[in-house]
């Protein structure tokens, strides 16, 4: 079982991705901008980062360069899950340090295949 922290300022989004990852066996964290997912990375040095983009306070991209410039988190996996899809955009993603993209809106299938790939 591993500790996923998932991050999205909306409410129902979170949730719903928790419950598709518990559903899975594992954890959960949970966060609403890219501060705190910052901080709670850091904390408790999750297996796999499902991350929002657009957030209040910092964004996902400035949020996924924190994470995977800092040596304690850098080997985190971080999963960009966003409505932000086009190529500019998954381009600046992997500028960023993530290591994967995954478009809003997201299914079921795409995340398991997300958490069989970043958690052995």
């Given at each position: 079982m591993a500790t996923i922290l998932i991050v999205d300022d909306a409410q129902t989004?979170?949730?719903l991705l928790a419950r598709v990852v518990t559903d899975a066996g594992h954890r959960t964290i949970l966060?609403?901008?890219g501060k705190e997912a910052v901080a709670l990375a850091k904390a408790h040095k999750p297996?796999?980062?499902f991350l929002d983009v657009v957030m209040p306070v910092m964004d996902g991209f400035a949020a996924c360069r924190t994470i995977t410039k800092d040596p304690d988190t850098s080997s985190i996996p971080v999963i960009l899950v966003t409505s932000k899809?086009?190529?500019s955009d998954v381009f600046w993603g992997k500028?960023?340090?993530?290591t994967d993209y995954l478009p809003k809106p997201w299914d079921k299938a795409g995340i398991e295949k997300m958490l069989k790939r970043y958690c052995k």
């Open positions: 989004d979170r949730e966060a609403s901008d297996s796999l980062i899809s086009n190529e500028k960023q340090g993530a």
